[in-house]
């Protein structure tokens, strides 16, 4: 049965030169070209509400090609104090502006639970000393609309009642031959009371609008067998992934699971620089996925039970590049600002 995750954040829409919020007053968007973009409020929207904002904004940057947009009336006064502490705007030459690469690093929009402000405390571990975890999350996690699939993906944490869908995909044929742990329900008991025990691994279940379709297990690199193969930093993630619905397999669907998986892993701890995996050496329809999702292929390596590949994805690349974009959509368009070239003048006329 779906879970009601509901409510859902606030929907926008563009159609042409107009953002329609759901339920609020709509937005005036001017596409300069070049990937610059104008947006106003009409005078009858009065103040702009953050909720509403950040629905505007997310689907004016949600396809890869944006680079900046102008925040160009009155109204936004009231809130611009919020939205350049948070740094979802920045204020440059022209006046405030909301870059991609900044917004998308903001939770707000995407994360119901706030990253928690926990202390960096340091023990001994299995391959050096790595930092204290925070208790984990329960519940929602994520959401995030997909606009090629015109569906929610939601992420949330693993519990008990998790049980049955975990052992029915584990004993799927194509599940069982990577992931390699088939079993009876017993096994798959043991199994996750012993990751919900452990702190440096948080299991997690993916929706797509309510309705169950993977298992991800994220865990902190440095405690993980993974940190014995390289240079691991202190606030480095992994991922090991099972996509268990037959129906949701397929290049629409790994555009939109991977790099919402991989923003959430970067909004949730914001000192994790680096998201690491080892997908078998050999899987390498896995591998083109990776690459297409601007994972770097460092290396080879053997485990016992495999030969891998250790790959890496950097939090600015995926940023600078927004990569939460389909590939296709040519994404990381050459006129690109960052926080270290705001918008002049210049690029404005």
């Known amino acids: 049965m779906p879970r009601d995750l509901t409510p859902y954040p606030i929907r926008a829409q563009r159609d042409g030169s107009v953002v329609h919020v759901e339920n609020h007053a709509s937005l005036v968007v001017s ?43 009155p109204n936004w006064a009231p809130l611009l104090p919020d939205l350049l502490a948070k740094g979802i705007a920045l204020q440059a030459e022209i006046g405030p502006v909301v870059l991609p690469a900044s917004l998308w690093q903001v939770p707000d929009r995407w994360c119901p639970q706030p990253a928690p402000n926990y202390p960096t405390l340091w023990q001994q571990g299995p391959h050096g000393r790595h930092p204290i975890r925070p208790p984990k999350p329960t519940g929602l996690l994520y959401q995030r609309h997909i606009p090629w699939l015109d569906q929610m993906l939601t992420l949330r944490a693993l519990d008990e009642s998790d049980l049955e869908t975990f052992h029915r995909w584990q004993n799927d044929s194509r599940v069982a031959e990577f992931f390699e742990e088939s079993g009876t329900i017993e096994k798959h008991r043991a199994y996750l009371e012993t990751l ?19 298992y991800f297990e994220l865990y902190w690199a440095r405690e993980n067998r993974i940190g014995a193969q390289y240079d691991a930093g202190p606030w480095d993630r992994g991922w090991h992934v099972l996509i268990g619905e037959e129906n949701v397999r397929g290049a629409d669907y790994v555009t939109a699971w991977l790099p919402s998986l991989m923003h959430y892993m970067f909004l949730s701890e914001p000192r994790t620089q680096s998201l690491m995996g080892e997908p078998k050496a ?61 918008p002049t003048t210049g690029d404005w006329t």
């Open 196 to 214: 919900m025990a452990d702190p440096h691994m948080l299991p997690v279940i993916g929706a797509l609008d309510g309705q169950d379709f993977g």
């Open 31 to 73: 596409d300069l070209g070049g990937g610059r973009l104008e947006l106003s409020a009409p005078q009858e929207a009065g103040t702009v509400a953050l909720d509403i904002a950040l629905a505007a904004f997310e689907v004016l940057s949600n396809h890869g090609d944006e680079c900046a947009i102008r925040l160009v009336d």
């Open 282 to 342: 050999s899987h390498a329809q896995q591998l083109k996925n990776l690459s297409l999702g601007g994972f770097a292929h460092i290396r080879e390596f053997d485990f016992s039970h495999k030969r891998a590949s250790l790959v890496q994805l950097e939090r600015q690349h995926f940023f600078e590049a927004r990569l939460w974009a389909r590939p296709e959509t040519g994404r990381g368009a050459p006129l690109c600002f960052s926080p270290a070239r705001l």
